[in-house]
């Protein structure tokens, strides 16, 4: 499913269902109004991308230590076991493993076909492609989780003035009689969608920069295991 349609849909499902849990919450959280139905489905939107975020990096991570992984690796590489290092890399299935395979592989694709050079400017270039490939995957909707933060915070601002409006309404009784009964559901809306776009906020706030450290993380590890593949092959290539 393209990414754009995962959204779209996603948005017409949340609000549809937080529409449908607004109508059923208790009396004093319905007087927040509509915005609070919006609230909850940014809430839904959130949440279902901070789940796809976790098993995405979860199988970016691969199977066992990426640690031992590439102390293989090296090892099979050190030795002229390609076919080994390649076996590795189908095991462990992770992010690194991918970049790395790519690499490996077009390196041994060009054995024996062409120069030095042109072999390990090769392998650069294909690992630099997947990198380019994988790179997007591991950034997907981190920033859809920034705008939705940004975007709960307005929300819940917009639902404090209305409710602040309704408020202030209600002390300009004719008269000088004060609706106690409107001043408190205006109050009661602010304070409601106050606490529903710091809640979507926060959420979105805190899971924003925890993905964003888990990527830089990804992507240093594969920048540093690819660098290190890449100065194994040229120190391979000069000892011919």
Known sequence: MKQSLF???????????????WLQLPQYLQEGGPLVAILIALSIMLITFIVERWITLRKANGTGSVQAFFHYVVE????????????????????CANVLRSG??????????????????ETQRAIEEANALEVPLLERNLIAMSTIA???????????????????????????VINATALAQGISEALVNTAGG???????????????????????????????????????EAGK
């Open 76 to 95: 099979s590489l050190q030795k002229g076991d390609l076919d080994g290092a390649l076996a590795a890399c189908d095991k462990q299935r992770g992010s």
């Open 104 to 121: 490996i592989e077009r390196y041994q694709q060009m054995m024996g076909n062409s120069s030095s050079e042109k072999r390990l400017a």
């Open 198 to 236: 710091l809640f979507d906020a926060i959420i979105g706030i805190v899971a924003y920069n925890f993905f964003v450290n888990k990527v830089d993380s990804f992507n240093y590890t594969i920048d540093e295991a690819s660098y290190e593949v890449l100065q194994l092959l040229k120190e391979k």
């Open 150 to 176: 940004s975007i709960a915070t307005m929300v819940g601002l917009l639902g404090t003035t209305i409710g602040m409006i309704r408020a202030f309404h209600a002390t300009a009784g004719t008269g000088g």
């Open 7 to 21: 959204v779209t849909l996603l948005l017409v499902v949340s609000l549809g269902v937080g529409f449908g849990i």
